[in-house]
């Protein structure tokens, strides 16, 4: 890797677009528009900026137009005006008319494509990011090249359930008090992580602070948790899905457990599963030319696909 590309610029920094419903979503673009794009969806209660800046420079590296964005209810895009779900709601499933789901996250995205002007796309998507690109490519396959799901599941209750110590770390609310809120996630990071991955460091700690600088607001990651549990168990759309699929999760998951990806998996027709030895609920540097490489090839043997279906038409 060239010293440029790990301090890759994006194409105009940080842009609002607005994708329609009272939404509007926060989003970066990276590398050269022509090549295919990749857009990638973040997980529950994290930003865009998860996504790091050393895996996207070696994704543009490998020939992608590389998009990044904040999910409603995160970062610098709109916070809904509803008041956070109460644990009972969470533990009963039983929520009121104002809780979205994750169709309507997945129609922000939708809304996101239409207003960078792209018609298809190819999607890759962590934990509920992978959700959210599994629902898109389920009710909308056309705006879908292929799709990548990372440590994700199907949302049925006898797949991907967390270990019991990750429960706790759950169900607690994010302190608001900037100190507290980086111990705090420092402590759920380290319990969802695959042991090894040393995070409390001064680079961790600023990172995490920083992402608090960026978006104080923390209410709306129950909103999130509770689009998720709304949505239910998604396994029969995820039989309709088309587009190209590959599966990875992490052996070591513990908030995702394996059996999520291998339902996820079985759910979508002509899926490849990816089982990473060593890798937990995170994208750490030493897994990123592993996974750059599953994705750009898993991208560019779609885009052979693809080509050679224009060709005999």
């Not at 779900?85 to 494509?113: K, S």
Request: aromatic share 4%; net charge neutral.
């Amino acid at each position: 890797m060239s010293a440029a590309a790990d301090t890759i610029a994006s194409n105009g920094g940080e842009q609002l677009y607005d994708v329609g419903r009272g939404i509007e979503l926060c989003c970066e673009t990276f590398g050269d528009r022509s090549d295919p794009p990749l857009v990638l969806v973040m997980g529950l209660g994290m930003q865009m900026v998860h996504w790091p800046l050393g895996l996207i420079a070696r994704l543009v590296e490998r020939g992608l137009f590389v998009v990044r964005f904040d999910n409603r209810d995160r970062g610098r895009s709109t916070h809904v005006a509803a008041p956070p779900p109460t644990r009972t709601r969470l533990v009963t499933r039983r929520f009121g008319p104002e809780q979205y789901t994750l169709e309507d996250m997945a129609l922000d995205t939708a809304g996101l494509l239409d207003a960078l002007e792209l018609d298809s796309v190819h999607l890759a998507g962590v934990s509920m990011g992978g959700m959210i690109a599994q629902t898109l490519a389920a009710s909308r396959p056309r705006r879908v090249r292929s799709l990548v799901s990372i440590m994700s599941t199907t949302g049925s209750r006898r797949a991907g359930q967390p270990k019991p110590h990750v429960y706790p770390l759950l169900l607690r609310p994010a302190p608001r008090e900037r100190d507290a809120f980086v111990e705090h996630q420092l402590r759920v990071l380290s319990a969802i992580g695959a042991p090894g991955d040393v995070l409390d460091t001064p680079e961790g700690r600023a990172f995490v602070a920083g992402t608090h600088d960026r978006d104080p607001n923390v209410s709306g990651t129950g909103r999130q948790l509770a689009a998720i549990l709304a949505s239910g168990d998604r396994t029969a759309a995820l039989r309709g899905i088309t587009a190209p699929t590959l599966v990875i999760h992490g052996e070591a998951d513990p908030l995702i457990t394996p059996s999520g990806g291998r339902a996820t998996a079985r759910a979508i027709p002509g899926a490849r599963l990816m089982l990473v030895p060593g890798m937990g609920h995170g994208l750490p540097e030493r897994l990123w030319p592993q996974l750059v490489d599953a994705v750009a090839e898993h991208v560019a043997d779609a885009e052979r696909r693809r080509a050679a279906a224009v060709a005999g038409a």
